[in-house]
């Protein structure tokens, strides 16, 4: 368990403290009406951290409190770990961006679009190029994600048991392998759209290593980091501290137990699947010295991760011709919205506030996850800003604009 570093005076680094209160009552508000358990919000500016709180329950039904070291399932939030991970290797002349992914991975040589029909009977295409590791990187590549339940192609990841972090039956690379026998949504680089592709990229990292996901990880960024808490599941003598997660149907409105967080959780053992793109859990403690590394530009407390310039180079818009995510977009869903926002390698990045309707700064990168998690990185303020909870979907409410607003609500100078 990690020793959270001290807290420091709010006005010391240009933070209002009573503003910064404001956090604590505003998502306590949700608490005491019943939609969500309990939270834990951190804010940092210049390194230090003025606000860390933790309110409510982890498990409404066992009446556990919500503590500094509760264990959530981060899902999304794998994602940016993960393209770091493989980001690491291209340091190391693995690849280049460019490359074919079938270079690495034979059975996506010849992947085809989906053309029309049903999903019982359909008719492909062949692809305007092949897909590169830059479309796995920005979610260009064509891939899809099942439980979008907005076109044909979904339903058959469902039939062929790909159910991103939810998968249980095959591994990373059967997943893979499966995957290249399924049409793609579209020809890569045409689009944007939410996906498995950095399901895609873990196991590229596995390939290109020659180590499982789950030991690159904890060997190259965990353990160097001090994230000692961070994992693909929470052990026995972890069980203790993992919050339950909740959901509430977004239709019916009606709301549950989406997963307890004790030795029935699917969480309690390694799993085998290793869902690089939603299959970790973590701390917001452990989270936040992944943040403050990528703030710091790949260093914390004297190890160095990754050069400055690789980071540099993730944190702007990768999509083609500079366009928005909402230029690209061919669905629905994104974890984050669209507007005024492009996508680098792994997150999203903001290019104009204005368009985006938030408050914040240009250059701002952040992605969530799917039980409502939430970050962000503001290099211009020399700020990080962690939102944890457990309730399924993450479109549930507002959480993430309404933290935006009371943070930098609380910034004077």
Known sequence: MNVVPGIAKPEDIGLDPSRLAYIQNYFQSYVDRGKIAGFSTLISRHGEIAHFEAAGQRDRERALSMEKDTIFRIYSMSKPITSLALMMLYEEGHFQL??????????????????????????????????????????????????????????????????????????????????????????????????????????????????????????????????????FFVPKEKLHRFATNYFRDPKTKKSGIMDVGDETSTYAKPPKFLSGGGGLTSTITDYWRFCQMLLNGGELDGVRICSPKTIEFMTVNHLPGGKTMKEMSISSFSELAAEGSGFGLGFQVVLDPADAQAVGSAGNFSWGGAASTYFWIDPEEDLIAIFMTQLYPSSTYPFRPQLQQLVYGAVFE
């Open 98 to 231: 460019s490359h074919p992914v079938s270079r690495y991975i034979p059975a996506f040589k010849n992947l085809k679009v989906w053309a029309g029909g049903t999903a019982e009977k359909y008719e492909t295409k062949p692809c305007d190029r092949e897909m590169t590791i830059r479309d796995l990187l920005t979610h260009t590549s064509g891939l899809t994600y099942g439980f979008m339940y907005e076109h044909p192609v979904d339903a058959l990841y469902r039939k062929a048991g790909i159910e991103g972090a939810n998968t249980v039956d095959l591994t990373l690379k059967e997943m893979v392998e499966a995957l290249a026998g399924i049409p793609l949504l579209f020809s890569p680089g045409t689009h944007w759209n939410y996906s498995v592709s950095t399901d895609v990229c873990g196991h590229l990292v596995e390939v290109l290593s020659g180590r499982p996901l789950d030991e690159f990880l904890a060997s190259r960024i965990f353990a160097p980091l001090g994230m000692s808490d961070t994992s």
